[in-house]
């Protein structure tokens, strides 16, 4: 009998095949379930937008809240609560109701579609707080910062306060973050951030080019227009001028006083000696004619009359009558003064700018220079240093008055008229009686006219030389050494 072999492993026998069914059953019962899934997700969409369609039917309008704000003084919108119409136009909506958005309110409203009111209600409020606008700021450590230094705009419809946080109690020096809040009268607020930089500031400001001697002649203003004060930090520094003790009518030296002062509180002084030349015409009597808008058709007549009277006179000339330009080299010929007024006379042009002034009054000085050969520095405003025909400009004229004589300039307006600028060649007597009303003044700056529609000033200027002369009066031309007569700045 054989004996078995344990290491071999056992035999087993494959089971007898049957088929494979139970897989196949399964696989076709999950292909149905998802089958009838689907189909009842369709049935659930279907009938949720018959539903929703249904709803939207009877409910075709729909807003945004059934409580609307509206803005406080704000334009209101009647629309603005509607969100819209089922299938339809929001323009067969209509409102009802009455909004008044000046006042704090509550308003009852509708819309209405299709015959139907749907209502809501309308609250006026105010929920924003102020536009807030706010600038950078740099100040010395005495300086006690405030909001409004801060501001540059705040509006609101209400009104508001202001606050800032951030600044250092005792004012050190240093660099710091400010909050700026503007709160109105229904606590709604707006911060905006700024910074804040402190310094330390111990210089006082310093008039450039200060000399301690200055001489003048007699009769003359003393010139503090003509200073100049700079601070390293305050861009307005204060000048103050003491001429108590200076006597302009009587030579001699005299002490003036300057202070300079700056925002800090910085300030030193100076003194300067001023010699009072004398002027050999200081206390005579002297009438200086003028005339303005020339040359022109009359100049040659008014040359005549002063050459027969032997008196002297000024011509402000302008551009304005090219055909003319030649009658300048006669004005200078005849020993008058010849002097800038404009080329344009165009005011608007003229007052738009400092620079578009400067621009003509070099245009003209130009062509007189070309003409005569003379470069000359007296001028007079068109309207006088006192006009509000500028005032489209504001100050412009008193930036004017400053800069022209910084730049050598000596200009003059009148303390007498002849009142021919009031029309159309007006009657010689009336311009004789108006032109010799200031008889009895030391200097007499007369205004009058040079252009053709002023011809009867020619008329009247013999009987005006000869009034002035009866009263003991000289004429000259005037000069950058005239003592000035100056209206006051109006702009």
Request: with cysteine; glycine share 6%; charged share 25%.
């Amino acid at each position: 009998m054989p004996v078995p072999n344990l290491n071999q492993p056992a035999q087993t026998h494959a089971p007898t095949n049957r088929p494979q069914k139970a897989p196949q059953k399964r696989k076709k019962r999950r292909r149905l379930r998802k089958s009838a899934l689907i189909v009842i997700t369709l049935i659930a969409v279907a009938l949720s937008a018959l539903a929703y369609f249904g709803y939207k039917k009877l409910n075709p309008l729909s807003m945004h809240s059934t409580t609307y704000i509206a803005q406080y003084q704000e334009p209101f919108d009647a629309k603005a609560n509607l969100k819209g119409v089922f299938l339809d136009s929001n323009d067969k909506v209509s409102f009802e109701g009455s909004v008044d958005t000046n006042s704090i309110s509550t308003s009852e409203c509708a819309y209405i579609y299709k015959g139907r009111r749907y209502p809501f209600t309308v609250q006026v409020r105010d929920t924003k707080g102020p536009e807030l606008e706010v600038q950078d700021v740099k100040v010395d450590t005495n300086h006690n910062v405030t909001p409004q230094d801060f501001l540059v705009s705040c509006s609101d419809p209400s009104n508001y306060t202001l606050r800032i946080d951030g600044d250092d109690p005792n004012g050190a020096p240093g660099n710091y973050t400010i909050s700026v809040t503007a709160r109105d009268d229904f606590d709604n607020t707006t911060t905006k951030k700024a910074k804040l930089e402190r310094y330390e500031d111990t210089k006082a400001p310093d008039i450039e080019d200060f000399s301690e001697k200055l001489t003048m002649k007699q009769g003359f203003d003393y010139p503090s227009s003509s200073l100049v004060v700079k601070d390293d930090h305050d861009e307005n520094p204060v000048l103050e001028v003491d001429t108590s003790m200076l006597n302009t009518s009587e030579p001699g030296d005299y002490p003036v006083i300057l202070t300079t002062r700056d925002i800090s509180g910085n300030e030193q002084s100076y003194t300067q000696t001023v010699t009072v030349e004398a002027d050999p015409d200081f206390g005579k009597k002297i009438c200086y004619l003028t005339f303005d808008d020339g040359p022109s058709a009359t100049t040659e007549d008014i040359l005549r009359i002063l050459r027969d009277m032997n008196a002297q006179a000024t011509f402000f000339v302008t551009g304005t009558n090219p055909e003319y330009n030649g009658l300048m080299k006669e004005i200078v010929d005849d020993g008058h003064t010849i002097a800038l007024h404009t080329y344009s006379h165009d005011y608007d042009s003229i007052y738009a700018s400092e620079e578009a002034y400067f621009d003509d009054l070099q245009k003209i000085s130009d062509l007189v220079k070309s003409e005569t050969g003379v470069e000359t520095k007296v001028i007079r405003f068109p309207g006088g240093s006192s006009n509000l025909v500028s005032s489209a400009n504001e100050g412009i004229m008193t930036r004017l008055v400053d800069e022209v004589q910084k730049k050598g300039y000596a200009y003059f307006d009148w303390n007498a008229d002849s009142t021919d600028a009031t029309g159309i060649d007006v009657d010689p007597s009336q311009l004789v009686e108006s032109a010799t009303a200031s008889i009895g003044e030391d200097k007499v700056v007369l205004l009058m006219h040079d252009s053709p529609t002023k011809s009867t000033t020619a008329d009247a200027l013999p009987a005006i030389i000869q009034a002035y002369r009866d009263a003991g009066y000289e004429f000259r031309g005037l000069t950058t050494d005239t003592p000035p007569v100056h209206h006051n700045v109006n702009n």
